[in-house]
């Protein structure tokens, strides 16, 4: 990962406030297994290439999609990443869901996807950059989470989208593996993420960090069902 993330800082340029910090990336890398890793990533940006560079050095196989809404941030990875990297990158639209139907689909377990499906509404396009939107996730990780195989492990970067919506995706790759996943969440302390999380899995072995303004936790979780 050291390598990666010295490559992919020189590719990508100068890192901003908005991205994930390279600590952060750096600490995932010794959490995550010598084995077959699936890696979803909510958010992208420099971190997006450092995945690619990371996957391609491991030994072990290591597949990387990420979800991306806003049209600048496609275009600026379509300016660093190569063809390889570019097919793991999906552009999503944006849907809503009610704080009501929120809290239900936390409950939710194997019916999550079918419940969004059914009471998720289309965010406005103009609505896209605000950034206290509220409960407002990928529509096409939402409807079409990935399927994993016996022997892969889930690992899940939540930086994206704005808001406190980024708790759909508990619920929602709750169902992509019952196994434990590993999850890197920036800006934890945002929102009640980890709380909210904890609805749907039981969480172990979790390191939280602070660096100036830049704040994040790793933690192991299991579905709870």
Not at 118 to 136: E, F, G, I, N
Not at 156 to 164: Q, R, S, T
Not at 165 to 176: D, H, T
Request: with cysteine.
């Amino acid at each position: 990962m050291s390598e990666a993330l010295r490559e992919g800082a020189s590719a990508w340029g100068s890192v901003t406030g908005w991205s994930i910090h390279p600590d952060a990336l750096g600490a995932l890398a010794e959490y995550v297994p010598d084995s077959s890793v699936r890696v979803i990533e909510c958010g992208s940006g420099y971190s997006t290439g450092v995945l690619h560079l990371w996957a391609r050095k491991r030994r072990a196989a290591c597949s990387v999609t990420s979800y991306e809404h806003e049209d600048e941030q496609i275009e600026r990875l379509h300016s660093v990443l190569d063809g390889e990297a570019l097919n793991g990158v999906v552009k999503s639209s944006l849907s809503q869901l009610t704080e009501h139907r929120f809290r239900e689909l936390l409950g939710s377990g194997a019916n999550a996807v079918n419940y969004w499906k059914q009471w998720a509404d289309p965010l406005p396009h103009d609505l896209y950059s605000t950034t206290r939107v509220s409960r407002v996730f990928y529509t096409e990780l939402a409807e079409n989470p990935p399927t994993l195989s016996d022997d892969e492990t889930l690992v899940v970067i939540l930086d994206g989208p704005h808001g406190n919506g980024r708790s759909v995706a508990f619920p929602i790759l709750a169902a992509s593996s019952k196994r434990e996943s590993i999850w890197l969440i920036d800006d934890y302390d945002h929102y009640p993420f980890v709380e909210e999380m904890s609805q749907v899995y039981a969480l172990s072995d979790q390191q939280t960090r602070h660096e100036g303004t830049k704040r994040w936790t790793i933690v192991r979780a299991t579905p709870k069902s």
